[in-house]
């Protein structure tokens, strides 16, 4: 029997505001090409039948339909933004499809603010619970420094500078294949750059030319990703200054960005 292949989608590209920007006539806002348009980030990973959702940002209902999303069987969440949870509430269809509960994993600073802003899902009020409510059921999982085995695949997670906060790098293996996915980051650390060296698969924030407290540029992250010599490298949480074709020729095929819907075997 040959071992399972693990199938990467990207479910969004865009950042936090999405691309087009509401009110924005600029020309990658009213861009013809479809990969100029990018949802907020998000990732579906899927190997033997099992479904590992990586963010549920506000568009996540419309990734899911888009890309005919077939199972949710854990949630890993990088923090605790906008953009990155505000489509947890729409993890309950897969809740009715499966007919089970869902682990939600996070560091656990991450997981106190999901608990927090999602009160009503984890701390439902007694008459909420007896009047059995369309409420997502969620279980909370710690990431802690070990990998965790998620389903068929083996997950790490290391804290990244985001600015003033922090975010999380999420790494997936399967077996000797590994995608790191780094969507939000400030500055590639050296236990970045390790997790990033030689993957199959990275993904590394690139939002524009212009500097941003946040965020890391588009050259800065091209050049770590050429760095860390991965298999395929990707640049993601891309703004709207610069078309997806002309970060295409800039970079050439070592590095490239991605686009919605984009899709990866490994």
Do not use: W
């Not at 990732?43 to 940002?57: K, N, P, T």
């Not at 390790?194 to 941003?212: E, I, N, S, T, V």
């Not at 588009?218 to 298999?231: I, N, P, Q, T, V």
Request: some cysteine; charged content about 25%; proline content about 8%.
């Amino acid at each position: 029997m040959s071992a399972p292949r693990m199938k990467v989608t990207v479910l969004g590209s865009g950042t936090s505001t999405g691309v087009p920007i509401i009110g924005c006539r600029c020309p990658v806002c009213t861009s013809a090409d479809p990969r100029d348009a990018r949802l907020r980030c998000g990732f579906h990973v899927e190997a033997a039948g099992f479904g590992l959702q990586i963010d549920v940002s506000p568009d996540f209902r419309a990734q899911a339909l888009r890309f005919a999303i077939p199972r949710v069987d854990a949630l890993a969440v990088t923090h605790c933004h906008a953009d990155h949870v505000l489509g947890l509430d729409d993890i309950r269809r897969f809740n009715t499809l499966q007919d089970s509960p869902i682990p939600v994993y996070a560091r656990p600073a991450e997981l106190r603010r999901i608990r927090r802003i999602f009160g009503y899902i984890f701390h439902p009020s007694a008459g909420a619970r007896r009047a059995h409510l369309y409420i997502a059921r969620l279980e909370p999982r710690p990431f802690g420094r070990e990998p965790v085995r998620i389903g068929p695949f083996l997950v790490r997670a290391l804290a990244i500078p985001h600015g003033p906060a922090k975010a999380t790098a999420i790494e997936v293996a399967l077996g000797a294949r590994r995608a790191v996915f780094a969507s939000d980051c400030s500055h590639v650390s050296p236990a970045l750059a390790a997790m990033l060296r030689g993957a199959d698969l990275a993904f590394l924030d690139g939002l524009r030319d212009r500097p941003h407290a946040a965020h890391l540029t588009l050259e800065r992250s091209a050049a770590a990703l050429r760095a860390a010599r991965c298999r395929r490298a990707r640049l993601i949480h891309i703004g709207h200054d610069v078309p997806h074709a002309e970060i295409a020729r800039r970079y050439g095929p070592a590095v490239l960005p991605t686009f919605d819907g984009e899709a990866f075997e490994l």
